[in-house]
């Protein structure tokens, strides 16, 4: 026998969580194809009413459960009962059939203690030393979980997912992943299997990931993001800086539609502090951090041939949207 994790988004707003449901089937030939379509209760998961709540799954992306024996994760769009993309499937919009596009995520998120509702290693009363010492840290009194980041990360490389690395980030019990995938649709499936796969393992230790983008709100620590680096063959064959002005430019008339999908509460984050650029300002600069799009510098060594990086999608945000959303932007540009 073997066990099938169906993985789906709920419709939640204005950030969707993360569902999923075991399917037991006698065999399976590896192909996508041959993955059957599924059901669920769409009114308990606020995408349908309760006298027509029947949903379907649609198999998209499938890896090896590295949790599990004899089984697989497979991650699914949201069909309703006519087979058409549900309004919260995210992935449907994606306009990159051919791959083109390029992603590579950088995903942020705290380790939370639902005990004292804090990121691990701040104490019952008060706060830490000040962020800063935090960052790519080690030692006992700098870094926090680490036995979960490197699981997740052994996991995520059992799994096949395309993770590039961990760090440790700037505050207390905040750490990133970065995934990179040649094709948007699937960069977003990797993002996902991976949270689910982060998720899963906090369950283990009993603690929770924070995926808000300032779960200490005021305070003098850093949010969290989920930079999105991007190429098409544009930006990878350009060799001429007006190129790359006329892409980031792109961007300038449309930041309310970026924003509107970069995630909730992102005025918290994007406020000219913390290495963010302010949420109602636009800017872009090479190797600048504190810019909305970096230019790396890398990409101007090559002759300017390369990627961008957007740094305004915060760590909540779904990533077929933010892939999506630059997508439609970057074709946009006549050259």
């Not at 209760?41 to 890896?63: E, H, I, M, N, Y």
């Not at 590295?66 to 009962?81: F, G, I, N, S, T």
């Not at 990360?153 to 690395?165: K, Q, R, T």
Request: charge should be negative.
């Amino acid at each position: 026998m073997i066990k099938f994790e169906y993985i789906w988004l709920d419709g939640y707003q204005p950030t969707q969580s993360l569902r999923s449901k075991t399917k037991i089937e006698k065999s399976f030939s590896g192909k996508l194809e041959d993955l059957p379509m599924w059901s669920f209760d769409g009114s308990s998961t606020r995408q349908a009413p309760g006298g027509s709540s029947d949903c379907l799954l649609k198999p998209v992306f499938f890896v090896k459960d590295p949790q599990r024996k004899d089984a697989y994760l497979v991650m699914c769009e949201v069909l309703d009962a006519s087979g058409k993309p549900h309004p919260s499937n995210g992935r449907a919009t994606i306009e990159d059939d051919d791959n083109d596009f390029w992603f590579g995520f950088e995903q942020e998120y705290f380790l939370w203690n639902p005990a004292s509702n804090k990121p691990l290693g701040f104490p019952d009363g008060g706060y830490p030393n000040p962020q800063g010492q935090y960052y790519c840290s080690v030692g006992t009194n700098n870094a926090f979980g680490r036995e979960i980041v490197e699981e997740h990360l052994d996991v995520c490389i059992e799994a096949g997912l395309n993770v590039e690395g961990i760090n440790a980030e700037v505050a207390a019990g905040q750490w990133e992943f970065q995934i990179f995938a040649k094709g948007a649709k699937e960069a977003g499936d990797q993002i996902w299997i991976a949270r689910y796969l982060l998720e899963r393992i906090g369950e283990k230790y009993g603690v929770s990931i924070n995926w808000h983008c300032k779960p200490l709100g005021t305070l003098d620590w850093n949010g969290s993001g989920m930079h999105a680096n991007f190429s098409n063959t544009l930006l990878r064959t350009a060799g001429n800086k007006v190129i790359y002005d006329k892409v980031c430019e792109a961007f300038r008339p449309v930041v309310k539609e970026h924003i509107d999908v970069y995630g909730a509460d992102n005025h918290l984050r994007l406020t000219g502090l913390h290495e963010t650029a302010s949420i109602h300002d636009f800017s872009y600069g090479v190797s600048d951090r504190g810019a909305s799009i970096r230019i790396p510098v890398a990409t101007v060594e090559r002759g300017w041939k390369g990627y961008l990086e957007d740094r305004r999608p915060n760590s909540a945000a779904d990533p077929y949207k933010v892939a999506a959303r630059i997508i439609k932007t970057v074709k946009s540009v006549a050259v």
